[in-house]
T-cell receptor
C-alpha cells in the first residue's frame, strides 16, 4: 500500500513568488492534515480537512496560505506571495477515522526555501 | 493546553549500548502519547503509542516507553542501539478537540547519533 506522498520534495523560490505544494493521502483516508516545521523548531499544525471540508484551520499563519482539497482526495497548499519566514519543511499526514487514538500517517515533507 | 519538552536536542551513543531519549509533557486531560521517528528523506513513522492501557508500551524495532503520570514523563528506551537507529525522534502528545481533530503537539525533536 502506498503511503502519503508529497510533491515536490524540495522547492527553492524567491521572495514574492508563488509556490504550490501537493499532498496525496493514503487512499480511503478522509482526514488530511498539514503541518510545518520552521528552522529546527517544533512541528506545528496548520489545518485539518475531513474529506473536502476544512475542519480546523486555526494553525494557518496568515492569508498568504491557501489550502484546498477538491473532491476530497489530494490536497494543495499554496503560498502567495512567499516570504522569507515561510521557509521550512511542510508535512502532510492522513488518517482513516476520527475519534480516539487514530494514527496519523505522515509524508516525507516538502522542504521550502524562500530566498 | 498541552505541551511537550524533549530534554536533549542531540544524543550520541555507541552501537550496542542503551538508548534513552527523554520526554516530559503537560496536558489538561488524560493524553495519548506517541513517539515518531524520522529517517533522512522519509516521512515520520510511528514507533509506539500510549493510550491509557498498559503504562509500559512496546514499539517497533525494539523500542519501548514507559508512561509515568507522577513524573509527567514518557521516556523512550532501547536496550541496544543499532546503526540503523540513527534518526530524529519526536515525542508527541495528543488531545481530542471539539472539532473532532486530535490535536498533535510535537516536541522539538532529538537527533540520535549511533557511533560504530
Amino acid at each position: 500500500e502506498a503511503g502519503v506522498t508529497q510533491f515536490p520534495s524540495h522547492s527553492v523560490i524567491e521572495k514574492g513568488q508563488t509556490v504550490t505544494l501537493r499532498c496525496d493521502p493514503i487512499s480511503g483516508h478522509d482526514n488530511l492534515y498539514w503541518y510545518r516545521r520552521v528552522m529546527g523548531k517544533e512541528i506545528k499544525f496548520l489545518l485539518h480537512f475531513v474529506k473536502e471540508s476544512k475542519q480546523d484551520e486555526s494553525g494557518m499563519p496568515n492569508n498568504r496560505f491557501l489550502a484546498e482539497r477538491t473532491g476530497g482526495t489530494y490536497s494543495t497548499l499554496k503560498v502567495q506571495p512567499a516570504e522569507l519566514e515561510d521557509s521550512g519543511v511542510y508535512f502532510c499526514a492522513s488518517s482513516q477515522a476520527r475519534g480516539a487514538h487514530n494514527e496519523q500517517f505522515f509524508g516525507p515533507g516538502t522542504r521550502l526555501t524562500v530566498l | 493546553a498541552q505541551s511537550v519538552t524533549q530534554l536533549d536536542s542531540h544524543v550520541s551513543v555507541s552501537e550496542g549500548t542503551p538508548v534513552l531519549l527523554r520526554c516530559n509533557y503537560s496536558s489538561s486531560y488524560s493524553p495519548s502519547l506517541f513517539w515518531y521517528v524520522q529517517h533522512p528523506n522519509k516521512g515520520l513513522q510511528l514507533l509506539l503509542k500510549y493510550t491509557s492501557a498498559a503504562t509500559l508500551v512496546k514499539g517497533i524495532n525494539g523500542f519501548e516507553a514507559e508512561f509515568k503520570k507522577s513524573e509527567t514523563s514518557f521516556h523512550l528506551t532501547k536496550p541496544s542501539a543499532h546503526m540503523s537507529d540513527a534518526a530524529e525522534y519526536f515525542c508527541v502528545v495528543s488531545e481530542l478537540q471539539d472539532t473532532g481533530r486530535r490535536a498533535l503537539t510535537f516536541g522539538s525533536g532529538t537527533r540520535l547519533q549511533v557511533q560504530p
